[in-house]
């Protein structure tokens, strides 16, 4: 079965999570960003001690949120200490407070908030924030999208660690590497229409990619591992190193070069 076949089908089967559910998620991922636009507006800190303190401030201010309102929920953090007793729960929300923190606190604008509830391993109700953009996608209400950009494909890929198979995609497709920050910058770029797709491979974690892959697989976006195999989260470990998310009329060609030798 050719490997996009075999998301489609994986993704028909995608939990449908309450309507307000998505919404809290998206109002979590907005009222975060605000409060980390307002600390680095401040001017207080720069650099390093301001990323530390973003991370801080948006990973307090959301996990309470998420305690006090679904307490019978897991809950996985990049920021927290993993709690294992989500691996028996169906419901366990993967957040990531402030993704790209670097580029937060270089006064850049690809920065994120991922909110996702994912449900028997897959994400339900999703929202990523873009706050330096004033701007949050979430499943609730995921965007049509847009036409492609004109010219030659575009491939984002990591500033500081751009995988060679994404290089393998470019000249297969006779496209072009574009590096950006955050793994929410990048996929709500594709979502956006500033890009045809967005490839990683290694280093990241399930918190990285739980919400922008629920709000881009919403919008209709192509969304799968390297090998063409579906995201799967709330594992023992949440390690979860490579993706791919792209415009669906791009899928069949990228999963091929990717599998090409």
Same mark, same amino acid.
């Given at each position: 079965?050719?490997?996009?076949? $075999?998301f *489609?089908?994986v +993704?028909?089967q995608?939990?449908?999570?309450d $309507?307000?559910?998505?919404?809290?998620a998206?109002?979590?991922?907005?009222?975060?960003?605000?409060l980390?636009v307002?600390a680095? +507006?401040s001017g207080?800190l720069?650099?390093?001690?301001?990323?530390?303190? %973003?991370?801080?401030i948006?990973?307090?201010?959301?996990?309470?949120?998420?305690?006090?309102? !679904? @307490?019978?929920?897991?809950?996985l *953090?990049?920021?927290?200490?993993d709690?294992e007793?989500?691996?028996g729960?169906?419901?366990?929300?993967?957040?990531d =407070?402030?993704?790209?923190?670097r580029?937060?606190?270089?006064?850049?604008d690809?920065?994120?908030? !991922?909110?996702a509830?994912?449900?028997? %391993?897959?994400p339900?109700?999703? #929202?990523v924030?873009l706050?330096?953009l004033g701007?949050?996608f979430?499943t609730?209400? @995921?965007? =049509?999208?847009p @036409?492609? @950009?004109?010219?030659? =494909?575009?491939?984002l890929?990591?500033?500081?660690?751009?995988?060679?198979?994404?290089?393998?995609v470019?000249?297969?497709?006779?496209g072009?590497?574009?590096?950006?920050?955050?793994a929410? #910058?990048?996929a709500? #770029?594709?979502l956006? %229409?500033?890009?045809? #797709?967005?490839? !990683? *491979?290694?280093g990241? $974690?399930?918190?990285?990619?739980?919400?922008?892959?629920g709000v881009a697989?919403?919008?209709g976006? !192509?969304?799968?591992?390297?090998d %063409?195999s579906p995201?799967?989260y709330?594992?023992p470990?949440?390690?979860?190193p490579?993706?791919?998310?792209?415009? =669906?009329?791009?899928?069949?060609?990228?999963?091929?070069?990717?599998?090409?030798?």
């Amino acid at each position: 079965m050719p490997h996009e076949m $075999f998301f *489609s089908q994986v +993704s028909s089967q995608m939990p449908i999570a309450d $309507f307000e559910e998505a919404r809290i998620a998206e109002r979590i991922a907005s009222s975060a960003g605000q409060l980390l636009v307002l600390a680095r +507006s401040s001017g207080l800190l720069q650099g390093k001690a301001l990323g530390a303190v %973003g991370d801080a401030i948006s990973n307090t201010f959301i996990t309470r949120i998420i305690r006090e309102s !679904h @307490p019978d929920d897991g809950l996985l *953090s990049e920021e927290d200490k993993d709690d294992e007793s989500r691996l028996g729960k169906r419901r366990v929300w993967v957040i990531d =407070p402030l993704d790209g923190t670097r580029e937060f606190s270089e006064n850049r604008d690809d920065w994120a908030v !991922h909110i996702a509830l994912v449900i028997d %391993g897959i994400p339900a109700a999703c #929202a990523v924030g873009l706050p330096s953009l004033g701007l949050t996608f979430s499943t609730a209400a @995921p965007p =049509p999208l847009p @036409p492609p @950009p004109p010219g030659l =494909p575009r491939i984002l890929v990591s500033r500081t660690r751009p995988p060679e198979v994404a290089l393998k995609v470019a000249e297969h497709l006779g496209g072009e590497l574009v590096h950006m920050g955050s793994a929410g #910058a990048k996929a709500m #770029a594709v979502l956006r %229409g500033e890009a045809h #797709a967005y490839i !990683h *491979s290694g280093g990241q $974690f399930e918190w990285d990619s739980a919400a922008p892959a629920g709000v881009a697989a919403a919008a209709g976006l !192509h969304v799968s591992r390297i090998d %063409g195999s579906p995201l799967r989260y709330n594992q023992p470990d949440p390690y979860l190193p490579d993706l791919v998310i792209c415009r =669906p009329e791009l899928a069949r060609d990228i999963l091929q070069a990717l599998a090409a030798d």
